[in-house]
């Protein structure tokens, strides 16, 4: 069992930046991702990691404003959040990908979500 714990969600106006920071309880490095999930709709990928950090992947509607990263010790993965928009309002949760890849392949653990509202 590995716990997850998002944190660095809040109120942001349109054009500011967050940093969402994931944490895990993981004593070896996991691909990770995140995702978003607004009400009444499916929770969507934002961006991965690789273990090594070396590879990452972002969605469409994120890339060149998002960053994802890592720092292996701990394992805590962040992503930096960059000229927000008010369609980025969601809750985000963080997800420990599957040990036995490299790169990212969603896993079974998942933290609670962090709230992020932008607003406009």
């Known amino acids: 069992q590995v716990e997850v714990v998002e944190s660095g969600g809040g109120l942001v106006q349109a054009g500011g930046s967050l940093r969402l920071t994931c944490t895990t309880s993981?004593?070896?490095?996991?691909?990770m991702g995140w995702f978003r999930q607004v009400p009444g709709k499916e929770r969507e990928f934002v961006a991965d990691?690789?273990?090594?950090?070396?590879?990452?992947d972002y969605a469409d509607s994120v890339k060149g404003r998002f960053s994802i990263s890592r720092d292996n010790s701990p394992n805590t993965v962040y992503l930096q959040m960059n000229n927000l928009r008010p369609d980025d309002t969601a809750v985000y949760y963080c997800?420990?990908?599957?040990?036995?890849?490299?790169?990212?392949?969603?896993?079974?653990?998942w933290g609670q979500g962090t709230q992020v509202t932008v607003s406009s």
């Open positions: 990691i690789s273990k090594s950090g070396v590879q990452t």
């Open positions: 993981a004593r070896t490095s996991y691909p």
């Open positions: 997800n420990v990908g599957q040990l036995h890849y490299n790169t990212y392949v969603r896993g079974d653990y």
